[in-house]
């Protein structure tokens, strides 16, 4: 698979590249240019297609010039002990649940196979890297859980100190090995700062092999269209073409739909459902793309008032507004309505979301009361147990944590201490570990 720069077509990248680069040299995200028909490939996936095997057989489709099948099959192998569900709420809403992995959200699926295709590529070059990732407390975790115990990779996460839950500092905490945590005395921007003062810094970054994790790696975009394959092949004996409603922020997830559909998945449509922070569903009404900063909701992880993916998908449609018009429906949900429409399915479908899942399902619901006839597949980002006092309030039920999690709290926090100076940093470095 060739990529491009989404900002300049004659800077190239091969997948093995475009991992360990992250974001292109020019600012721009990797991107796919070409297309692969994989609509034979889709034709023989059904109900009884393992998501793994779906994984596996796609994966090699897209990769297979630079992996052969026995790396592909440990790639998949080592990412996935996880799968996705898919569970019908009524006559034409299925919740694809995306959160059985080890963070319980659905980051665990970009993660994972980002961790095990680097592992795969620094084994074969016989090659070491060290991942440097800076959290303000959820995403760090999806990281340091899928680099866990992967050869020839450490991984450093610089966290702000007295400023994440207490949960998240455990997750970020208590794994041990080659996951290692500074607690940086400062902010989270401290953090971001330090992390991009090494990456700039040439010999440091490549003396220590320093290389990213970012959400806008391809390596992490890629691995989450198999989802969008796997459920529609549960579903193909019933609906002709389903339609996906996707809580979205920064559009990583939606974009991968759009490169299952582009290869050839039978998709009616996506549904873009978003909170307050509206920035892509105004695009598609005002035809204006105008980015703003963030406001705070209740499903914080989709609080983007710059969605970085837009980049990609305006690449996918040839920046042909009628194009993004054709595939996409926004809908907004506010708060309010985040919390009547959690109380709403409780009581009337006993399913329990979190606020990032209820935002769909109101989506779904309003884009069904246009569209009869259709059947909806609504993704469920995370589950509502990693939301502990929101859907307490909300709902009035206090949610049980994922036993993913609730282990966590027992277990000892390992981390050290360093002021917010990119020298601390470097004499961690050096230290060794
Ligand atoms: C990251 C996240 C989202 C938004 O996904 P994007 O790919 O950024 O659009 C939605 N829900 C949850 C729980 C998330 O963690």
């Not at 070059?125 to 450490?154: H, M, P, R, W």
């Not at 991984?155 to 839950?165: A, H």
Request: contains cysteine; proline residues 4%.
């Amino acid at each position: 698979m060739k990529l491009y720069s989404t900002r300049n077509k004659s800077i190239e990248a091969s997948f093995q590249e475009a991992l360990f680069i992250g974001l292109a040299p020019d600012g721009g995200l990797y991107y796919p240019a070409e297309r692969e028909s994989l609509t034979s490939l889709f034709e023989g996936f059904d109900k009884d297609t393992t998501f793994n095997e779906i994984a596996e057989k796609v994966a090699y489709s897209i990769l297979s010039n630079e992996l052969d099948n026995d790396a592909i099959k440990r790639i998949i192998k080592r990412a996935f002990n996880f799968e996705p569900k898919l569970k019908t709420i009524t006559n034409n809403i299925d919740v694809l649940e995306l959160f059985h992995g080890p963070t319980c959200a659905f980051k665990d699926f970009g993660a994972s196979f980002l961790a095990a295709s680097m592992e795969e590529f620094l084994t074969h070059d016989k090659k070491k890297a060290i991942i440097l990732t800076a959290t303000s407390g959820d995403t760090g975790s999806a990281v340091a859980q899928a680099f866990y115990e992967k050869e020839n990779i450490d991984v450093i996460i610089l966290y702000p100190s007295g400023r994440v839950s207490p949960l998240q500092e455990k997750q970020l905490t208590t794994l041990g090995k080659n996951i290692h945590a500074l607690e940086v005395k400062g902010s989270f921007d401290d953090c971001q700062r330090m992390v991009k003062e090494a990456f700039n810094d040439k010999e440091l970054k490549s003396t220590f092999s320093l290389t990213s994790a970012n959400s806008i790696s391809i390596g992490r975009l890629l691995p989450q269209s198999f989802y969008y394959i796997w459920s529609w092949a549960q579903v193909k004996d019933k609906y002709e073409k389903p339609v996906f409603c996707v809580p979205s922020g920064n559009f990583g997830n939606l974009t991968a739909g759009l490169y299952a559909d582009w290869w050839g998945l039978p998709v009616k449509n996506f549904i873009a459902a978003t909170n307050a922070n509206d920035i892509v569903p105004e695009y598609l009404s005002s035809g204006i793309y105008k980015t703003r900063s963030s406001v705070k909701t209740h499903s914080n992880a989709m609080d983007v008032g710059a969605p970085s993916n837009y980049e990609r998908m305006n690449r996918l449609f040839n920046e042909d507004i009628s194009k993004f018009r054709e595939k996409i429906h926004g809908e907004v949900v506010t708060d309010t309505q985040t919390e009547e429409t959690m109380k709403w399915i409780l009581d009337n479908l006993n399913y329990l979301a979190c606020p990032h899942t209820a935002v769909g399902l109101l989506a779904a619901d309003r884009y069904l009361k246009e569209n009869k006839q259709d059947h909806v597949i609504s993704l469920s980002t995370a589950h509502p147990g990693k939301f502990v006092e929101i859907v307490k309030q909300v709902t009035g039920i206090n949610p049980e944590l994922p036993k993913e999690l609730s282990s966590l709290l027992s277990k000892d926090k390992e981390a050290t201490l360093i002021e917010n100076k990119l020298e601390d940093l470097v004499s961690f470095l050096n230290k060794g570990f």
